[in-house]
């Protein structure tokens, strides 16, 4: 929460296209787009922070409304956005404090607002994925945070099924934090929200193709808080918390910064039991990760890099997790995979060391499974590739909103064994109830709210129905996979229930 520029980003957007330099930094130009030679968005603009909402006495109100015209990876007026920009305002509140928001809808096509990671019910007037929002309509929210709701990272982003990923994918989306936690030691806070884009020779963001909506779609624009490449100012010693967000509709990528170690505190919203060092982090699409950077004893520049990992395609390339560049895999299917790591943002250190204490030792109290289970169910993604499936869906059913597919009773504990017979990986998401990791290869047995499951493998899952009811989702969170059905109901209460 320090560290922000007074600048706007809109702003420094302006003022970058009048001067072609910003805070004394000769901006380059970015790489022609689309083979169309238009000029793509300037990078190396400085970082800023999106805009934000903070609750005020417990409440956080107000209009949160959606509209088209919002300037994307420099191109004007070409994406979608919340509030006029993209991504849309953070909204920081705490746990015990309430959200009361409007959402107007002024784009042409049905919306409605889902809190990913939140451990809030999917009542009517919460996060319920299935109501809608017309064009021009608006809808009322009433959520409460828990009080014992963990201190993190969230994110927010449409759910009507059929527009998720074209409406992501053109920029809606914005973060949440719930503050609180241990004290990290920081001296600096800030939101990386990651998203991806092509945007077109019209200038608008570029339609998906129907091998895109079967590969995930990508973007030719990886971005952060809608940046290219943005310049976070740093001084030596004197660390950071960034708390990164996969906003994009299909990327799955390896984070790192180039030569240089990441303290990994949190995952999806969830603190880890003790700071984990490592030299890079993973993220599906949902998945956040918070971090410690430590900048370097001397000035310089350092990168934040984001390297695809290979997603699997069509005709039976099934492995996952080479850490490859990509290219081969959805590169042949749509996506837009480049041939190397991504340069997301970069870290310029300046000035004298300032040196902050590193991180406590302990976090979170270790995380426990839950369990034993009181039921087993197996679950099985199905993929037009491979797996014997035709069409996207949960157990071979594409997604039927009115049907209920899970019924679960409140209270209990359940273990899913999902089985991917397919030759692509899908990051599964459910709402609501956080999963506990069982059994996977590369797992740390950590708490998620998207978890990926690898082609022709397997995950084991636990799940605790505690602290809500209602009936809400599970999908793959590669959103034309979810668009295109592969999306179940769960029910937990209600009528008929067991
Ligand atoms: Cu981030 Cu059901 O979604
Ligand atoms: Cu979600
Ligand atoms: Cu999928």
Do not use: K
């Not at 949440?176 to 884009?197: F, K, M, S, Y």
């Not at 603190?271 to 000035?299: Q, S, T, Y």
């Not at 976090?363 to 169910?377: C, E, F, H, Q």
């Amino acid at each position: 929460m320090t560290g922000r520029t007074p600048l706007t980003r809109r702003r420094l957007l302006g003022v970058a296209a009048a001067a072609g330099v910003v805070g004394g930094v000769a901006a380059c130009t970015g790489l022609p787009v689309s083979g169309s030679g238009r000029p793509g968005p300037v990078a190396g603009l400085p970082f800023a922070d999106p805009p934000e909402r903070v609750a005020r006495a417990g409440v956080l109100s107000g209009v949160l409304r959606a509209t088209p015209g919002v300037d994307l990876a420099g191109a004007a007026g070409a994406g979608l956005g919340y509030d006029g920009v993209s991504p849309g305002p953070t909204l920081r509140l705490r746990p015990g404090d309430e959200l009361a928001l409007r959402l107007e809808n002024g784009l042409d096509t049905p919306t409605n607002l889902h809190l990913h990671g939140l451990r809030v019910p999917p009542d009517p007037d919460g996060d319920d994925p299935f109501r809608m929002v017309g064009p021009g309509g608006t809808a009322d929210y009433r959520i409460r945070v828990p009080r014992d709701h963990p201190a993190g990272t969230f994110w927010y982003h449409p759910h009507h099924h059929g527009t998720v990923a074209d409406q992501v994918f053109a920029g809606l989306v914005g973060a949440i934090v719930v503050e609180g936690g241990p004290d990290l030691g920081t001296a600096e806070d800030h939101v990386l929200v990651v998203t991806d884009t092509t945007v077109g020779d019209d200038g608008r963001v570029a339609a998906a193709g129907p091998m895109d909506r079967v590969a995930g779609r990508e973007g030719e624009l990886v971005l952060v808080n809608g940046l290219r490449r943005p310049v976070l100012a740093g001084s030596p010693q004197r660390s950071q918390r960034w708390r990164l967000v996969n906003a994009t509709c299909s990327r799955v990528f390896d984070v790192s910064l180039d030569g240089q170690d990441l303290v990994h505190v949190a995952t999806d919203g969830v603190f880890l039991p003790r700071p984990v060092v490592r030299d890079r982090v993973r993220l599906a699409p949902g998945n956040r990760a918070d971090v410690v950077v430590r900048p370097p004893d001397v000035p310089g520049d350092v990168d934040l890099l984001a390297a695809d990992v290979d997603r699997g395609g069509m005709g039976g390339m099934g492995g996952t997790g080479t850490g490859g560049m990509g290219g081969m895999g959805t590169g042949g299917m749509g996506g837009t995979t480049g041939t190397g790591p991504v340069v997301l943002a970069t870290l310029r250190v300046t000035g004298a060391a300032a040196p902050t204490p590193p991180p406590p030792a302990v976090l979170s109290a270790p995380v426990v499974p839950p369990g034993p289970p009181d039921r087993t169910r197996v679950l099985t993604l199905t993929a037009p590739m491979g797996g014997g499936g035709t069409g996207f869906g949960i157990d071979g059913r594409g997604f039927d909103p009115a049907r209920d597919d899970l019924v679960v009773v409140p209270g209990t504990v359940e273990e899913w064994v999902v089985e991917n017979p397919g030759t692509m990986l899908h990051p599964l998401h459910l709402h609501t109830w956080p999963m506990t990791v069982l059994d996977a290869a590369g797992s740390d047995g950590a708490v998620r709210d998207v978890v990926t499951v690898p082609a022709g493998g397997r995950v084991v899952l636990r799940v605790a129905f505690t602290g809500a009811t209602g009936r809400t989702v599970l999908h793959c969170h590669v959103l034309d996979h979810e668009d295109a059905g592969m999306m179940a109901t769960v029910r937990v209460g209600g009528a008929g229930t067991p």
